[in-house]
């Protein structure tokens, strides 16, 4: 293969980040099999490498990837019926979809293959979460395929070594290819079934836009954006579900500050130094709009875990200034979160909003106890959060060490930067403000 110029490289890459998980889910509707439709979407990666350094960039990248996969797919399907003998029962059909392939005429290909879903991405993130594969199988498969993330971004969404991550991402795409699971949309029961993990997938496929794991950059805003798309397709699916509401009302909020969360120079800037007045306020109207009908749908049963960090988030987006910030109300629905989903990150959390409402003393005693949980070794938020406590109570040497070790922690070379600088500067005067506790 030949080696493409760096610009080409570069653009290729940041095209296949961007529209790998599309050229996947259409290629899984045509072949129904999430393997196979990986290997066509790579197909497709390979051909690009090899043809726009020579021809040129096509006018619309994504369209020529798309195409590419769906022809390969076609090739795939092809031989593959022709292997069991079904070349006759089925040489119509590919008949079809290969002329639609090759003409462009993609609404024709899509009417064929429609349903009621009409979204090839959600449609496959069903798939993969199958009730076949254990619910934490479901989820990484999802995440490696269609969420484009990879294996350490997993590993660090879930606080797991990365060994067991990628056993779990291999170990399910068999699972499903043995059982030969169709890449469809589940019927009506099923659906609800696989609600839990999809909703799961779509929030972190959000987190990780929202403050990425590793790279040079402290947002991925394309990432959050597709997550948020696919959370507004599966509330106009499931209309009743209060839950797919309340991680609407999460996105929509937290969506709202990416502009604020980036300075200029592309560093961050956290959530009580942010400028409120470059929050979008129509994604706000949004979010708080989605809210009320998640807590509405919820009745008696009382909100879910989405629903009530969609409750956090809106306390923050209701507050003008973080003075006005109702620190108590936080605290307790981080309680009721607790109850609800017990998690080390989730008492963190809380322990950030304990030291706005009842000072940093209270809320180190919090994070201290936290310092054994095996789920937080390496988790570089720990020390961070300890750091801006120590910070607050004078400890500056400690504070300085904490920073340090955060920075050492992190894989992201903003975040890097960012806590460098305040262990730096851990001791000198000026504001301390803690990591988003959002």
């Known amino acids: 293969m030949p080696h493409p110029p760096d610009d080409v490289r570069r653009a290729i890459a940041a095209v296949w980040r961007l529209e790998a998980p599309r050229v996947i889910g259409r290629a899984g509707r045509l072949l129904?099999?999430?393997?196979?439709?990986?290997?066509?979407?790579?197909?497709?990666?390979?051909?690009?490498?090899?043809?726009?350094?020579?021809?040129?960039?096509?006018?619309?990248?994504?369209?020529?990837?798309m195409t590419a996969a769906q022809r390969r797919a076609l090739d795939l399907l092809r031989r593959a019926r022709l292997a069991a003998g079904k070349a006759g029962e089925l040489g119509r059909e590919l008949d079809f979809l290969h002329a639609a392939a090759s003409?462009?005429?993609?609404?024709?290909?899509?009417?064929?293959?429609?349903d009621a879903i009409g979204d090839d991405l959600l449609r496959l993130i069903f798939t993969a979460c199958h009730p076949l594969l254990p619910p934490e199988s479901?989820?990484?498969?999802?995440?490696?395929?269609?969420?484009?993330?990879?294996?350490?971004?997993?590993?660090?969404?879930?606080?797991?070594?990365?060994?067991?991550?990628?056993?779990r991402i291999v170990r399910a795409k068999r699972t499903l290819a043995a059982a030969r699971i169709p890449c469809e949309l589940p019927p009506g029961g099923q659906l609800r079934a696989r609600l839990a993990?999809?909703?799961?997938?779509?929030?972190?496929?959000?987190?990780?836009?929202?403050?990425?794991?590793?790279?040079?950059?402290?947002?991925?805003p394309a990432l959050g954006e597709e997550a948020l798309r696919l959370g507004r397709v599966l509330a106009g699916l499931m209309p009743g579900a209060s839950e797919v509401h309340g991680l609407v009302a999460l996105m929509e909020i937290q969506a709202s500050r990416f502009a604020a969360r980036v300075a200029p120079d592309g560093a961050p800037v956290l959530l009580l130094d942010q400028d409120r007045r470059r929050w979008d306020r129509l994604l706000i109207r949004r979010g708080l709009d989605a809210l009320a009908r998640a807590e509405a749908l919820a009745g008696g049963a009382g909100p879910g875990v989405y629903t009530l960090q969609a409750g956090i988030a809106a306390c923050h987006a209701r507050a003008a200034r973080v003075e006005d910030t109702d620190w108590p109300r936080i605290v307790g629905l981080y309680d009721a979160l607790d109850q609800l989903a017990p998690?080390?990150?989730?008492?963190?959390?809380?322990?950030?909003?304990?030291?706005?409402?009842?000072?940093p003393a209270a809320a180190l005693e919090l994070v201290d106890a936290l310092g054994d949980e095996p789920a937080l070794r390496g988790y570089h938020l720990l020390p961070a959060v300890r750091g801006d406590l120590l910070l607050r109570l004078g400890r500056f040497a400690e504070a300085r060490a904490e920073f340090t070790r955060a920075a050492a922690l992190t894989r992201n070379g903003r975040e890097h930067a960012l806590l460098m600088r305040r262990a730096n500067a851990a001791g000198t005067p000026g504001p301390s403000h803690p990591m988003d506790p959002d």
């Open 138 to 167: 479901r989820a990484a498969l999802t995440l490696r395929v269609m969420g484009g993330l990879t294996t350490p971004e997993i590993a660090r969404a879930y606080l797991k070594p990365e060994a067991a991550i990628a056993q």
């Open 197 to 220: 993990s999809v909703l799961e997938v779509i929030y972190l496929m959000f987190n990780e836009g929202y403050a990425a794991t590793a790279g040079d950059d402290w947002l991925r």
């Open 343 to 359: 998690s080390p990150v989730v008492r963190l959390n809380r322990a950030v909003a304990v030291a706005q409402a009842y000072g």
């Open 32 to 65: 129904r099999d999430i393997g196979l439709a990986e290997e066509a979407a790579q197909d497709a990666l390979v051909a690009a490498l090899e043809t726009w350094p020579r021809d040129g960039m096509p006018v619309n990248p994504a369209a020529w990837l």
């Open 103 to 114: 003409d462009d005429q993609a609404e024709a290909v899509d009417a064929r293959l429609d």
